[in-house]
Each structure stands twice: as structure tokens, then as C-alpha cells.
């Protein structure tokens, strides 16, 4: 968890792989469907280019179709999903009854200059996901992923005005879900700075992750 540009998908792309889990995005999930051009694509493209939440009726329906769907490896790690608290609710009683527990949350955060430095330099790649910065995390060739060779392009929300709405819309309704599960007994909520370089946090994180292996 953590506001727009905080390093969620940057990180949990990393930690996916490192820990053969499978990466679940819902805003990546979300960007596939508008670019398939459905009707339910035209629909989220209102909500997502203004900075709102869509929907948690919407949402619920995307994930779960996501989370029981294909091979779990070593475990699933979520990207920006759960953002409410009724879509935290709906996702424990949908991993009850699968019978899987939650083992924990990260939150990384970074101060509200750094996160619209970040957000308005960033580049995508179309093909997978995988996010750089014009300025903090350049591609090896100019405008092309690293990993897949497509074209960058930026995401029609990552402009000033929007990323304001977005942050605006994680005070009010994401930060009372961190809340909701700091106060669940045993469940562990690990604290990210994410201010510092990509490389620094991901070895934070994954200090955090490793302890947490080995507490069993
Ligand atoms: P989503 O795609 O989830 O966007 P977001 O939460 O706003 O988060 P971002 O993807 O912008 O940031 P990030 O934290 O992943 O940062 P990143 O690693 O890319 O959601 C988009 C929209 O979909 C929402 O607004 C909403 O409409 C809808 N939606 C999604 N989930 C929903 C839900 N559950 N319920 C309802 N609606 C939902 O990094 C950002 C940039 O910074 C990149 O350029 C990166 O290269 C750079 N960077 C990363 N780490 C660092 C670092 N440590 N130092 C310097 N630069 C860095």
C-alpha cells in the first residue's frame, strides 16, 4: 500500500520476481481492460483520468476474478488493492474462503513533493508494466523498456492536476484501510520509507520480507 508514486508496482515488481510471487496490479489490471476498449474499459477511463476511485462494486468483481485465476506461486502479492475499507472486508471474506491467510502489509511512503516529482516524470511500459522516470530511473535506451523493448509512453492520469485528486482521494478513503488493519492483532504492517533510491528501498523491503520468513 501507499499513495500514487510512493514505488508500489516499481517495488512489487521486484519482490514478485525475487520471491516468485505473482503480482497482482489492480491499476495495471484496470488499464488492460481500457485498453481493450470494452464498455466496462470506457466506463473506469471516467473515474481513473479524473484521480477517483472507481467503484468498490467494480473492483471487488475485477479481483476476485483476478485472485482466482491462475497459479499462486510462493504467494500473491497485491498492488494497490485493497484502497477501502469495504474492499478490505470483501477481500478478507474472499480469502477466508479460499482458506488463505493475509500475512502482511507493507506501506511505503515518500513526501508529497517527491511523490509529484515522481508521478509526473514517470514512463511506462505498455507491454508489462514495468515504470521508469525520465530523471530518477532512465531505461537503458532512451523511450524503450528494458525488459520488453516497446515504446514508453505516460499514463493519461500522471499530470499535476490529477495526481493532486488522487492523493486527495488515499487520505480519504486508502489511509483509514491502513488503520483497519494496523488494529488486527498478529497481522504485521511494515513501515517503508520509500524516500530513498529504488535499490535502498527494495533492500529495506526486503529486510522486512526475509524477517518475516523467518519468524515463520
Ligand atoms: P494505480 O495504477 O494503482 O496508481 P496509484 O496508486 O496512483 O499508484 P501509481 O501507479 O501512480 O504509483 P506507484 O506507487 O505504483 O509508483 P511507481 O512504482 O509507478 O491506480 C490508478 C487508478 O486506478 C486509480 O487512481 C483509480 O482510479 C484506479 N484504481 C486502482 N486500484 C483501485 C482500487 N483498488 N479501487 C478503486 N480504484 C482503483 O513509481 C512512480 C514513479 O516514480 C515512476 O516513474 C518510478 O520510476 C519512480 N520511482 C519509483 N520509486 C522511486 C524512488 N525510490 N526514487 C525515485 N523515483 C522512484
Not at 129 to 142: I, K
Not at 144 to 157: E, Y
Amino acid at each position: 500500500m501507499g499513495p500514487p508514486g510512493a514505488g508500489k508496482g516499481t517495488q512489487a515488481k521486484r519482490l514478485s520476481e525475487k520471491y516468485a510471487m505473482r503480482h497482482l496490479s489492480s491499476g495495471d489490471i484496470l488499464r488492460a481492460e481500457r485498453a481493450a476498449g470494452s464498455a466496462l474499459g470506457r466506463e473506469l477511463a471516467r473515474y481513473m483520468d479524473a484521480g477517483a476511485l472507481v467503484p468498490d462494486e467494480t473492483i471487488v468483481k475485477v479481483m476476485v476474478k483476478a485472485l482466482t485465476g491462475g497459479s499462486d506461486g510462493q504467494g500473491i502479492l497485491l498492488d494497490g488493492f485493497p484502497r477501502t475499507v469495504p474492499q478490505a472486508q470483501a477481500l478478507d471474506a474472499q480469502l477466508a474462503q479460499a482458506g488463505k491467510p493475509l500475512d502482511a502489509v507493507a506501506v511505503i511512503d515518500a513526501s508529497r513533493d517527491e511523490i509529484v516529482a515522481r508521478i509526473t516524470g514517470r514512463r511506462s511500459c505498455p507491454r508489462c508494466g514495468r515504470a521508469y522516470h525520465v530523471t530518477f530511473l532512465r531505461p537503458r535506451r532512451d523511450d524503450l523498456c528494458d525488459d520488453c523493448g516497446q515504446a514508453l509512453t505516460r499514463r493519461s492520469d500522471d499530470t499535476e492536476a490529477v495526481v493532486r485528486q488522487r492523493l486527495e482521494a488515499y487520505d480519504r478513503q486508502t489511509e483509514p484501510v491502513i488503520a483497519y488493519y494496523r488494529r488486527r492483532p498478529g497481522l504485521k504492517v511494515l513501515d517503508i520509507d520509500g524516500s530513498a533510491a529504488p535499490d535502498e528501498v527494495t533492500r529495506r523491503l526486503q529486510r522486512a520480507f526475509d524477517a518475516l520468513v523467518h519468524q515463520g
